[in-house]
T-cell receptor
Framework: AQSVSQHNHHVILSEAASLELGCNYS??????LFWYVQYPGQHLQLLLK??????LVKGIKGFEAEFIKSKFSFNLRKPSVQWSDTAEYFC???????????FGAGTRLTVKP | DTAVSQTPKYLVTQMGNDKSIKCEQN?????MYWYKQDSKKFLKIMFS???????INETVPNRFSPKSPDKAHLNLHINSLELGDSAVYFC???????????FGPGTRLTVT
């Protein structure tokens, strides 16, 4: 089964700072990739996804992620964060052959106003 | 028009009790899941069901049993609750053609 690692456990930024959250996975087969966001006290919501094609994908709220196949990475970026981006962010990898979805441990983002 | 719903939202119970959490999705998806999120926010898949067939069964205690009366519902039954079962349980669903999962609002289970 695939595994997913998120390098940063807790990231603290000031408003307007740029964001990059790391995500790496280990799996030899074809994958679909996702980033989910969980705002405090809420459920997980899909931010963006990669299935195929352009490795740079854009999601909601100004987020984007780049799939680098050679590095098995799918890092999340946002050029300028807002206080409302304070949340937990989860990277997820789905193995196409068996629909097995694995989540990373999550990265808590705190944006200071 | 809630896509994935769970009941109850909060569940407080004593050790040794048996409880159930219900999940329903109205998205027409063919696969449903149960996840456990612990206090450190770690999300662990417990079960998934596809067309009434269990296709992923992680190493969870057999006190936990998923029950799917039809493909729109996947309930989670827990026997002999323990303190360590306290967590937030999320239901999710997806379709085979599009793999993104849609999550329910979660059920916060507290075992005292």
């Amino acid at each position: 089964a695939q595994s997913v690692s998120q390098h940063n456990h807790h990231v603290i930024l000031s408003e307007a700072a740029s964001l990059e959250l790391g995500c790496n996975y280990s799996y030899g087969g074809t994958v679909n990739l996702f980033w989910y966001v969980q705002y405090p006290g809420q459920h997980l919501q899909l931010l963006l996804k990669y299935f195929s094609g352009d490795p740079l994908v854009k999601g909601i709220k100004g987020f984007e992620a780049e799939f680098i196949k050679s590095k098995f990475s799918f890092n999340l970026r946002k050029p300028s964060v807002q206080w409302s981006d304070t949340a937990e962010y989860f990277c997820a990898v789905n193995a196409k052959e068996n629909n097995d979805m694995r989540f990373g441990a999550g990265t808590r983002l705190t944006v200071k106003p | 028009d809630t896509a994935v719903s769970q009941t109850p939202k909060y569940l407080v119970t004593q050790m040794g009790n048996d409880k159930s959490i219900k999940c329903e999705q109205n998205l027409g998806h063919d696969t449903m899941y149960w996840y456990k999120q612990d206090s450190k926010k770690f999300l662990k898949i417990m079960f998934s069901y596809n067309n009434k067939e269990l296709i992923i069964n992680e190493t969870v205690p057999n006190r936990f049993s998923p029950k799917s009366p039809d493909k729109a519902h996947l309930n989670l039954h827990i026997n002999s609750l323990e303190l360590g079962d306290s967590a937030v349980y999320f239901c999710a669903s997806s379709s085979r053609g599009r793999r993104e999962q849609y999550f329910g609002p979660g059920t916060r289970l507290t075992v005292t």
